[in-house]
T-cell receptor, first 111, second 111 residues
Framework: ETGVTQSPTHLIKTRGQQVTLRCSSQ?????VSWYQQALGQGPQFIFQ???????GRGNFPPRFSGLQFPNYSSELNVNALELDDSALYLC??????????FGPGTRLLVL | KQEVTQIPAALSVPEGENLVLNCSFT??????LQWFRQDPGKGLTSLLL?????REQTSGRLNASLDKSSGRSTLYIAASQPGDSATYLC??????????FGSGTQLTVLP
């Protein structure tokens, strides 16, 4: 158990819709990162938040956005969903930008 | 741009065998390297973390080595067991602490 939880576990949306995925970290973990993992691939970095500010972004379009809250929870928002957005979305938190602790993920299917 | 490659993509071995998984990366300016385990449809479990200044780390039957100058790491699993069956992912962390993953090695240990 990493102490990182994600909700929902599974989600089905249709193309063009918007989705919000949630992550709850351990107390004191002031860094949170989000990753997208397509089937059969390794996770790809979406962005990282440190003390509620975006602190780095991977090669993802602006329709992927995020928020980090003072209570160590965070959100990943994806607008205008595309079929290729179907993936496992992983949240990882860290107390000091060192070892990252991953949640179980949210599996998103876009039809 | 950092790229991480894992060889082989899949491996099937009989129980009790010792095995080696390989990881290579293109940019040697890393902060650390981690090996993760992922069970089907699940999140990531950190197995070993090697800081850039270290050469190896050990945990139980697992030993990971790092040769930063040549851009290589190996994960050695001793006396493999069916419970070791999973996908093993290698990831490197740069100065921004974001992880760049390989595509993983899918390991099957046959009883």
């Amino acid at each position: 158990e990493t102490g990182v939880t994600q909700s929902p576990t599974h989600l089905i949306k249709t193309r063009g819709q918007q989705v919000t995925l949630r992550c709850s970290s351990q107390s004191g973990h002031n860094t949170v990162s989000w990753y997208q993992q397509a089937l059969g691939q390794g996770p790809q970095f979406i962005f990282q938040y440190y003390r509620e500010e975006e602190n780095g972004r991977g090669n993802f379009p602006p329709r992927f956005s995020g928020l980090q809250f003072p209570n160590y929870s965070s959100e990943l928002n994806v607008n205008a969903l595309e079929l290729d957005d179907s993936a496992l979305y992983l949240c990882a938190s860290s107390p000091s930008q060192e070892t990252q602790y991953f949640g179980p993920g949210t599996r998103l299917l876009v039809l | 741009k950092q790229e991480v490659t894992q060889i082989p993509a899949a491996l099937s071995v009989p129980e009790g065998e010792n095995l080696v998984l390989n990881c290579s990366f293109t940019d040697s300016a890393i902060y650390n390297l981690q090996w993760f385990r992922q069970d089907p449809g699940k999140g990531l479990t950190s197995l070993l973390l090697i800081q850039s200044s270290q050469r190896e780390q050990t945990s139980g039957r697992l030993n990971a080595s790092l040769d930063k100058s040549s851009g290589r790491s190996t994960l050695y699993i001793a006396a493999s067991q069916p419970g070791d069956s999973a996908t093993y992912l290698c990831a490197v962390s740069g100065s921004a602490r974001q992880l760049t993953f390989g595509s993983g090695t899918q390991l099957t240990v046959l009883p």
